[in-house]
């Protein structure tokens, strides 16, 4: 399953708000896929914390494009 928000109308602190909603209810295995206005430099760190990968793009034309997962869970 891949989630896409297009979220480059907003002001922030918004996108980050819309982002960290939608993660909360991505399931294993899930993927976002976020349009944003600009780089998303404070989240990037959040997203590894709460365990995330996380993949980022600068856009032609502004913004960015990211796409995050779940890490991959550490095999015994």
Do not use: K, N, Y
């Given at each position: 399953?891949q989630?896409?928000l297009d979220l480059?109308?907003?002001?922030?602190p918004?996108?980050m708000?819309?982002?960290?909603?939608?993660?909360?209810?991505?399931?294993?295995g899930?993927?976002l896929?976020?349009?944003?206005?600009?780089?998303?430099?404070?989240?990037?760190?959040?997203l590894?914390?709460?365990?995330?990968?996380?993949?980022?793009?600068d856009?032609?034309?502004?913004?960015?494009?990211?796409?995050?997962?779940?890490?991959?869970?550490?095999?015994?």
């Open positions: 399953m989630r896409r480059r109308g907003l002001p922030p918004q996108p708000e819309c982002i960290l909603a939608a993660l909360a209810t991505l399931p294993p899930g993927r896929f976020a349009l944003t206005p600009m780089r998303p430099l404070p989240l990037l760190s959040m590894e914390a709460d365990g995330f990968r996380w993949r980022l793009r856009l032609q034309g502004g913004g960015t494009a990211l796409r995050i997962r779940h890490a991959q869970p550490a095999q015994a």
